[in-house]
């Protein structure tokens, strides 16, 4: 998985012309001040969560296959830890940069406060192409880069978990390392682990299950019967090609999926299972046999009921916002709408339920996977799917309450339910010393 990853931070070449795209830092900064506007909390409150309370950083040295010695910079962030210890992705990637990290790690405050799991936010990599690494190198890396953040992370402190670039073995090694050197078994060290040392059942899907279980939620609340709601999926890996072949189980009408490569489109439903997803034959969409083609561009603008952006961030811009035709949004990537889209889409009465909400499974079956670690007991996987139905109904409904409440946005309500909890706990607590 990637959990909580985004990739906003990545200009789109659609958004060239008219809009930079918001770094991640900005966008958490706009959120904050954004759902303080609407509550009354103590300014000091939101002053401490303008700030990560520790950033660390690490040099990492990787002696190469050939013997050459590299050495690479990695980077934790912990944003904020009042509700929990820190939560969030490790990732392998060239652009990963401090300001990187610290956005993405308030990112994963605001998501874990809105699930009201018992984490705060925290986000870290390596700056490095995962590409030029072989099996070998990519392990070293790892386990070296787990012992610089050892005094940093453990299961009461930062519990990281995979991200873009690293992956359920990645976790493996940097759980083993971890454990090798605190001389016992830590598994709840980590999340996104395999099953066999510790992982959950059911963590893979889970990002696509929750967007699934939102856009039925969603589609409900706007009385659309999900038998006759037709839906558009742009991007088919973990998340889109698991929301899509969820909601066509529960009789949705999936009538376009897209990789990066374009989209199938088929007016009366596609098979989703038929289609190959990224994880089964990667970018392999547009083999499958479909009475019509459409870039990616064009599967954003189909008349559609529910279109689900699952692919990567600032994909609707201010440039195309005006073009949606959907009357839901549900956002499966992180970051898929940008600032100058969202009003364009508020305006035109078009609803985006929003990131931090709709693909927040992950990080809660990451919760999951923390309990059953720490309890040494593990979970079938029809309880995995039971609680995390539970689990986005109660945040669903918590996110609804404040949309009738207030007359605002369902952004702007997750981000007040968040901030809500965030500040009490902070109030309740108090400044120390
Ligand atoms: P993935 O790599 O499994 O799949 C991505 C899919 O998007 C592939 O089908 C790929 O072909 C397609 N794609 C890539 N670039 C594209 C482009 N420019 N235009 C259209 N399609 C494109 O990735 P994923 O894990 O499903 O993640 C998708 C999004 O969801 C990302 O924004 C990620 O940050 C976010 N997310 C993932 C998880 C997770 O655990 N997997 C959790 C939360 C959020």
Redesign the pocket.
């Known amino acids: 998985?990637?959990?909580?990853?985004?990739?906003n931070t990545e200009p789109?070449e659609s958004d060239e012309k008219t809009e930079e795209p918001e770094s991640a830092l900005e966008t958490a900064r706009r959120q904050l001040e954004h759902a303080a506007a609407h509550l009354d909390v103590d300014s000091g409150v939101i002053e401490r969560l303008k700030h990560p309370t520790k950033v660390h950083r690490v040099a990492v040295p990787l002696e190469r296959d050939d013997g050459e010695v590299e050495v690479f910079t990695g980077y934790r962030a912990q944003h904020d830890d009042v509700r929990g210890p820190y939560k969030g992705g490790l990732r392998f990637h060239p652009h990963v940069s401090e300001e990187e990290c610290v956005g993405l790690s308030m990112w994963m405050t605001w998501k874990c406060a809105v699930m009201d799991l018992p984490f705060g936010g925290g986000k870290g990599g390596v700056v490095v192409d995962p590409k030029s690494l072989s099996s070998d190198e990519k392990e070293k890396l790892t386990r070296r880069f787990a012992e610089e953040l050892r005094p940093f992370i453990g299961p009461k402190k930062d519990i990281p978990a995979p991200d873009?670039g690293t992956d359920a073995q990645t976790m493996a090694w940097f759980m083993d390392a971890y454990s090798m050197q605190e001389g016992e078994t830590i598994p709840g060290v980590v999340t996104g682990k395999p099953p066999v040392v510790g992982g959950s059942e059911g963590r893979d899907e889970?990002?696509?299950r929750s967007v699934a279980i939102i856009a039925r939620e969603a589609a409900d609340y706007y009385d659309y019967d999900l038998e006759e709601t037709t839906v558009a999926v742009?991007?088919?890996?973990?998340?889109?090609a698991n929301a899509a072949r969820l909601l066509d189980d529960w009789g949705a009408t999936v009538v376009a999926v897209?990789?990066?490569?374009g989209a199938i489109y088929d007016p009366d439903g596609l098979d989703t299972r038929s289609v190959p997803s990224?994880?089964e034959e990667?970018?392999a969409?547009m083999t499958h046999d479909a009475p019509q083609k459409l870039s990616?561009e064009k599967i954003l603008e189909l008349d559609v009921d529910v279109l689900v952006p699952?692919?990567?961030?600032n994909?609707i811009t201010a440039d195309n916002a005006a073009d949606v035709e959907a009357d839901i949004v549900v956002e499966?990537?992180?970051g898929?709408t940008t600032f100058a889209a969202d009003s364009i889409l508020q305006e035109r009465g078009v609803q985006v339920v929003p990131?931090i909400l709709a693909?927040a499974g992950?990080v809660t079956v990451s919760y999951f996977e923390w309990l059953q670690d720490i309890n040494r007991r593990q979970w079938s996987l029809e309880r995995v799917n039971d609680e995390l139905e539970s689990h986005m109904l109660s945040a669903w409904n918590d996110v609804r309450a404040e949309v009738q409440a207030r007359d605002v946005s369902w952004r702007d309500a997750a981000y007040i339910v968040a901030l809500s909890r965030i500040a009490e706990a902070k109030s309740t607590r108090g400044l120390w010393p």
């Open positions: 998985m990637s959990s909580g990853t985004v990739e789109k873009m889970a990002p696509g742009q991007g088919f890996g973990s998340v889109g897209s990789d990066v490569n990224h994880e990667p970018e969409v990616n699952a692919a990567v961030g994909v499966g990537a992180n898929p990131d693909n992950g």
